[in-house]
C-alpha cells in the first residue's frame, strides 16, 4: 500500500448517503482544511439526470471525475474533497488529473444503514432509489491503492478523528 502519511489531497469516497459532506466539513475542521463537495462539480445535466432517479453512467462520470482530479491538483492547503469514486477506474483517472499523490478514504456502511440515512435527508438531488445502483457499481479500495476504509457507525466527528489517526496527522 503507498505511503498515507499527512497527505494534503484527501478524498473521501462512498456511495451516496455514507456521511462525505458531514465527515469531511468535520475532516476539514479538525485539520484546518478545506473541503469542497464533489456534488458541486457535477455537470447540470448529471444532477438533473440524478434527480429523476436514473443512474449516471461511466460517459456521465468522466468529465465530472476529470474536474474533481483537476481540483486537486494544486491545493493551497490541505484539501479534503468528497467524492463517490465508487469504481478503481475512477479514482485512477483522479490520481492522473491531480497529477500528485491523493490518499482516499472510503467511508464505509451497510446498505440498511445508507437507506436510513438518505432516507432522513432532505434537499438533497440524490434520491433513495439509487441506493441499489450505488452498491452495485462501488469497487472498494485494494490494498495497492493508496487508500484507508473507515467504518461510518459513529458521529461525523469520531469519524475525522479515526481518519486523522489513520492518516498519521498529529
Sequence with gaps: MA????????????????GKSAVGAALAARLGATYIDGDDLHPPDNI?????GEPLTDDDRWPWLTRVGRTLAEPESILVLGCSALKRRYRDHI????????????????????ATRMGARSGHFMPTSLIESQFAALEPPMADEAATTV????AP???????????GFQ
Excluded at 3 to 18: E, K, T, W, Y
Excluded at 151 to 154: E, G, N, Q
Aim: proline residues 4%.
Design 3 to 18: 505511503d498515507l502519511s499527512n497527505p494534503r489531497r484527501i478524498v473521501l469516497m462512498g456511495v451516496a448517503g455514507c
Design 48 to 52: 438533473a439526470k440524478m434527480s429523476r
Design 95 to 114: 490520481r492522473l488529473e491531480a497529477g500528485a499523490p491523493v490518499a482516499f478514504v472510503h467511508l464505509s456502511g451497510s446498505k440498511t444503514l445508507i
Design 151 to 154: 467504518h461510518i457507525d459513529a
Design 157 to 167: 466527528e469520531v469519524i475525522a478523528d479515526q481518519i486523522i489517526a489513520q492518516l
